[in-house]
């Protein structure tokens, strides 16, 4: 795609035939024998040992570090995964179909410093869901009963570890701190995925350089003594809540629609 560059994170190596179909730049993340005709996190300077935490963020640092100084002023550079995928336009009819891909850079962009992915509402759990996940998340947040829609925040509680996010906020920056805890208590929609695209190089240097500094502080609290998969990713979910936070508050923003699709769906 002319000016667009778009990174397609994933786990197994069978996957190669399918992003380069559509003219993805492959990623193999977790050491798992990747071909050259793959980009790796685990090179040059890397944090990969850190994947079963961080996720796609060990390769986003990988980027950052070794990729992003090499970025031309008009390229747009993006990133996705091989089952979370742009949509091809700002309205599609299907967002689970290989058939809705992004294509070409919309026109719509061009009033744009960033695009992040449209988010979905958090809808009230069932009351089986919170006697199984969340009883003491819902002492924290007894107000969620009376709303249609549950917070960011409670969601977090109930699956990722109660009082976990906000101690994590406790180690952002002073000029966030107030500003997150807030827009995670009353924000009741999500934006799934880590995924963003810019062609800022300013902009994904300040992401990348504010988001590490906190995950790295957050790691000297809870560790990597983390089991099961609702804890063990628990700075790629820390990360996720944080991004289109930080992306709507620092830069000039669109919510732009993803495909939730298995890319090997076409061949």
Partial sequence: MHNLKIYCMCLDHNYLDAVKRHNYIP????????????????????????????????????YWKNMLKNKKDNEWIGFCSYRELWGDKKDIKDKYSIKSLL???????????????????????KVSKILKYGKLALLR?????????????????MFHGNGYLDTAIKMLPEKDRKDFYNYVRKENSFNQ?????????????NYFTEVFLWLEKCENVFGFNLKGYNKIRMYTFLAERFLPYWFKKYTKSLEWPVVYCDINKDL
């Fill in 193 to 205: 995925g880590n995924m963003f695209i810019t062609k800022s190089s300013k902009i994904i240097d």
């Fill in 27 to 62: 990623v193999g993340l977790k050491n798992k024998n990747f071909s050259n005709e793959w980009l790796t996190d685990d090179t040059l300077v890397n944090i990969s040992e850190k994947n079963p935490y961080y996720g796609e963020y060990t390769f986003y640092y990988w």
């Fill in 141 to 157: 947040n007894l107000k969620e009963v009376f709303r249609a829609n549950w917070s960011i925040r409670f969601q977090f509680d």
């Fill in 103 to 125: 294509k070409k850079l919309p026109d719509e962009w061009s009033d744009y410093e960033t695009i992040i992915g449209k988010p979905f509402k958090l809808k009230k759990p």
